[in-house]
């Protein structure tokens, strides 16, 4: 199962390198951000979002990769294997089109459930930093383990999702922390939690469409959970989701869990 594990992260990050070569080649923001198609979730789909998808689709398909596909755009491809690569090719889209250097490649593997995820990869395709994690492995950021802080209630550092749709009590929230920041790209907020600069990231939206999907978390929470940290549903209880394109969740995601009651 071991060597396994590492023979899937091989492959994530060659995957990941396809992916920021793609971006790379294609700097016209305009480009980038001309909408081509509607997406299997329901949302158009960018230049940049369909030829990184593309170019990892011709890469599982030269290389002959076991894996199924849970994509934003392709949806679910059952290619008859028993693991799926859950991902995200482009998370931080609007940052990528708009020229804000900030936004990644999410990849993860695993069955059923995000709690059946055994693999995750997110390369920064920017920085080219890399954050990856195996169950039961640790948590790394360019090859050097990453643990979650402590959390101090009265110095708390949050990110939040502050958009059009975002709940009211993230407004109350808020204005408990001492700093807060809401950056646009959901797998770089989780594993600033996860590499301790900030305590706690927080999504809650009034409109369901816009509440995280699975691919967008697959790998970012397996990495804050082996970095120690913890995410929970608005309910207080584990967050799991189904590898489903249709699932919206809101939740909380902590670096110390035991400190979920200082938050909520």
């Known amino acids: 199962m071991q060597r396994d594990m590492v023979t899937m992260m091989r492959i994530l990050d060659e995957i990941s390198k396809v992916i920021r070569d793609t971006a790379r080649d294609m700097s016209d923001l305009d480009e980038r951000g001309r909408e081509v198609c509607m997406g299997a979730d329901g949302t158009p789909t960018t230049g940049i979002d369909k030829a990184a998808e593309d170019a ?5 398909d030269d290389n002959d990769v076991p894996l199924n ?3 934003e755009e392709a949806g679910h491809i ?3 294997h028993e693991s799926t690569l859950v991902m995200d090719p482009i998370d931080g889209t609007y940052n990528s089109v708009m020229g804000v250097p900030l936004y990644t490649a999410s990849l993860a593997v695993g069955r059923d459930s995000m709690r059946g995820i055994e693999t995750g990869l997110i390369r920064n395709l920017v920085t080219d930093d890399v954050f990856k994690a195996s169950k039961g492995g640790g948590a790394f950021r360019n090859g050097r383990p990453i ?9 708390m550092v949050m990110v939040l999702y502050l958009g059009r749709s975002a709940h009211p009590d993230t407004f109350d929230l808020l204005r408990r922390a001492m700093r807060t920041r809401a950056y646009g790209c959901a797998s770089i907020e989780m594993c600033l939690v996860a590499q301790g600069c ?15 999907r699975v691919i967008d978390i697959a790998a970012s929470q397996l990495i804050l959970r082996e970095a120690g940290g913890e995410m929970f549903g608005l ?3 584990l967050l799991d989701m189904p590898l489903d394109l249709d699932a919206r969740e809101n939740f909380l995601a902590i670096g110390q869990p035991g400190a979920r009651g200082s938050v909520l």
């Open 235 to 237: 309910d207080g209880e």
């Open 198 to 212: 900030v305590d706690v990231f927080y999504m809650n939206s009034l409109v369901r469409a816009k509440s995280i």
């Open 147 to 155: 643990r979650t802080r402590q959390c101090d209630p009265e110095r």
């Open 78 to 80: 059952d290619r008859g």
């Open 69 to 71: 596909v849970l994509s």
């Open 56 to 60: 990892v689709l011709m890469f599982l």
